[in-house]
């Protein structure tokens, strides 16, 4: 069960067609989706699932407590031989399910292994003690990227752990054809704006790059409480910049990554990245930071460009790199992209890899 409906619904569909599956989003989600639209496409499916529509109450409710009670009565009575549960949503959910469902057939499913910084020096509280629920309860665990999975086995070195990686994202989305203009080269940087990802890295890189060339511009689209205090400020040139600091909505993302040239992803740390994913998807050339979560899927001048992670004249490098690529160049670098999307993450490759990890569970 699940509440990332956007990622993994194309693998929700398939492996229905492979076990008899039981899918459960607890929680009413908040976005980019509806219960309405999650609940059709199960109908549609013809896929067992618990949607909950609700609403959404404190995780330390007592009516959240009451309600965690009756859907995992529910899930009991499905009688699954492997229980995958991806989001816990409150310590009610973690506690119950390790008292009613036990934990030899559960798998925990874990985005971030390590913890992000989502402002200088501070981490969510919520997050760490989550954490601690999820690891003391459990036995088993599925990772979304090498590079967690590695840095999991070492800390816990007798728990149980798999790493399946992300699937390419959005097909039913990924209906626009790239748009190649005579315009200005367009960076893009997309997703929800934290301290750990870097934006101001981007920023500095691109002032750097601002005194060279006239050729090129900068889109930063995402949301931050703290732009005009923490960003706004370091900018020198602002018609560089197209600045869209809002929530952006899925309808906006084809023709978002259409008209993109190059996907930056300035982070100063990674587990994995869904935007990177959905760059690739899109035929996009990626710009990274140094980043291990980053270089397992990107090869530095071959599927992409490389820069010195929390450098902004090493990111700056590459992107004057990417400025001055010739046609023969990058038509080369996106071969690359299709040949490893194609080794990487055909669906056939990846359901066996669930279907494998439920095995192991289930003996």
């Given at each position: 069960?699940s509440t990332s409906w956007v990622r993994e619904k194309e693998i929700i569909e398939e492996l229905n067609q492979h076990v008899n599956l039981l899918f459960v989003m607890p929680y009413k989600p908040n976005g980019n989706y509806s219960t309405?639209?999650?609940?059709?496409?199960?109908?549609?499916?013809?896929?067992?699932?618990?949607?909950?529509?609700?609403?959404?109450?404190?995780?330390?409710?007592?009516?959240?407590?009451?309600?965690?009670?009756?859907?995992?009565?529910?899930?009991?009575?499905?009688?699954?031989?492997?229980?995958?549960?991806?989001?816990?949503?409150?310590?009610?959910?973690?506690?119950?399910?390790?008292?009613?469902?036990?934990?030899?057939?559960?798998?925990?499913?874990?985005?971030?292994?390590?913890?992000?910084?989502?402002?200088?020096?501070?981490?969510?509280?919520?997050?760490?003690?989550?954490?601690?629920?999820?690891?003391?309860?459990?036995?088993?665990?599925?990772?979304?990227?090498?590079?967690?999975?590695?840095?999991?086995?070492?800390?816990?070195?007798?728990?149980?752990?798999?790493?399946?990686?992300?699937?390419?994202?959005?097909?039913?989305?990924?209906?626009?054809?790239?748009?190649?203009?005579?315009?200005?080269?367009?960076?893009?940087?997309?997703?929800?704006?934290?301290?750990?990802?870097?934006?101001?890295?981007?920023?500095?890189?691109?002032?750097?790059?601002?005194?060279?060339?006239?050729?090129?511009?900068?889109?930063?689209?995402?949301?931050?409480?703290?732009?005009?205090?923490?960003?706004?400020?370091?900018?020198?040139?602002?018609?560089?910049?197209?600045?869209?600091?809002?929530?952006?909505?899925?309808?906006?993302?084809?023709?978002?990554?259409?008209?993109?040239?190059?996907?930056?992803?300035?982070?100063?740390?990674?587990?994995?990245?869904?935007?990177?994913?959905?760059?690739?998807?899109?035929?996009?050339?990626?710009?990274?930071?140094?980043?291990?979560?980053?270089?397992?899927?990107?090869?530095?001048?071959?599927?992409?460009?490389?820069?010195?992670?929390?450098?902004?004249?090493?990111?700056?490098?590459?992107?004057?790199?990417?400025?001055?690529?010739?046609?023969?160049?990058?038509?080369?670098?996106?071969?690359?992209?299709?040949?490893?999307?194609?080794?990487?993450?055909?669906?056939?490759?990846?359901?066996?890899?669930?279907?494998?990890?439920?095995?192991?569970?289930?003996?």
């Amino acid at each position: 069960m699940s509440t990332s409906w956007v990622r993994e619904k194309e693998i929700i569909e398939e492996l229905n067609q492979h076990v008899n599956l039981l899918f459960v989003m607890p929680y009413k989600p908040n976005g980019n989706y509806s219960t309405t639209e999650v609940s059709d496409f199960c109908e549609q499916h013809k896929i067992n699932h618990i949607i909950d529509d609700s609403g959404n109450h404190r995780a330390r409710s007592f009516y959240r407590f009451k309600k965690d009670i009756k859907l995992i009565s529910k899930i009991k009575k499905f009688k699954a031989d492997v229980i995958y549960i991806e989001t816990f949503g409150s310590p009610y959910f973690a506690l119950l399910s390790r008292l009613l469902l036990g934990n030899k057939k559960v798998i925990i499913a874990i985005m971030d292994f390590k913890l992000h910084q989502r402002s200088i020096g501070s981490f969510k509280i919520s997050e760490k003690f989550y954490r601690y629920v999820q690891i003391s309860f459990f036995k088993y665990f599925q990772f979304f990227s090498y590079t967690q999975n590695k840095l999991f086995k070492k800390e816990y070195p007798k728990k149980k752990s798999f790493a399946i990686r992300l699937f390419l994202v959005d097909k039913d989305l990924h209906q626009h054809q790239r748009r190649e203009t005579n315009s200005k080269v367009n960076f893009l940087f997309f997703g929800r704006i934290f301290y750990y990802k870097g934006v101001d890295i981007l920023i500095k890189a691109a002032n750097i790059l601002a005194n060279k060339y006239p050729s090129f511009k900068v889109t930063i689209a995402g949301n931050t409480k703290v732009w005009q205090e923490e960003y706004q400020p370091l900018i020198e040139e602002q018609s560089v910049f197209d600045l869209k600091i809002r929530f952006i909505t899925k309808d906006e993302l084809p023709d978002l990554f259409a008209e993109a040239n190059y996907f930056v992803a300035p982070y100063r740390e990674v587990t994995q990245s869904g935007p990177l994913l959905r760059a690739y998807n899109y035929d996009i050339i990626p710009i990274v930071s140094s980043e291990e979560g980053f270089t397992e899927y990107v090869e530095h001048n071959k599927t992409g460009f490389v820069f010195e992670n929390e450098d902004e004249n090493s990111l700056a490098t590459e992107m004057e790199k990417a400025l001055l690529l010739d046609n023969f160049e990058k038509e080369k670098i996106l071969s690359n992209i299709d040949e490893f999307k194609k080794a990487e993450f055909d669906m056939k490759n990846v359901i066996n890899n669930y279907i494998q990890m439920f095995n192991d569970v289930k003996l």
